[in-house]
């Protein structure tokens, strides 16, 4: 059997996302339209902490 060991998988400190859209271009944005899109990043960031937990 093969055994790899991973001491660092990912070393970041910074994320940054950027929105673009006409409604941004004049300094609003609907929060209900918003909300869903950062819910979602704060899902994909929640599954991806979980697997790499698990891969170490």
Same mark, same amino acid.
């Given at each position: @059997?093969?055994?790899? =060991?991973? $001491?660092? #998988? *990912? $070393?970041?400190?910074? +994320?940054?996302?950027?929105? &673009? !859209?006409?409604? #941004? /271009?004049? !300094? &609003? @944005?609907? *929060?209900? &339209? #918003?909300?869903?899109?950062? +819910?979602?990043? !704060? /899902? +994909? +960031?929640?599954? =991806?902490?979980? *697997?790499?937990?698990?891969? $170490?």
């Amino acid at each position: @059997m093969h055994r790899t =060991s991973v $001491k660092t #998988l *990912v $070393k970041a400190n910074d +994320l940054q996302i950027t929105y &673009e !859209g006409s409604a #941004l /271009d004049t !300094g &609003e @944005m609907n *929060v209900r &339209e #918003l909300a869903p899109a950062l +819910l979602a990043i !704060g /899902d +994909l +960031l929640t599954a =991806s902490t979980q *697997v790499l937990r698990a891969i $170490k």
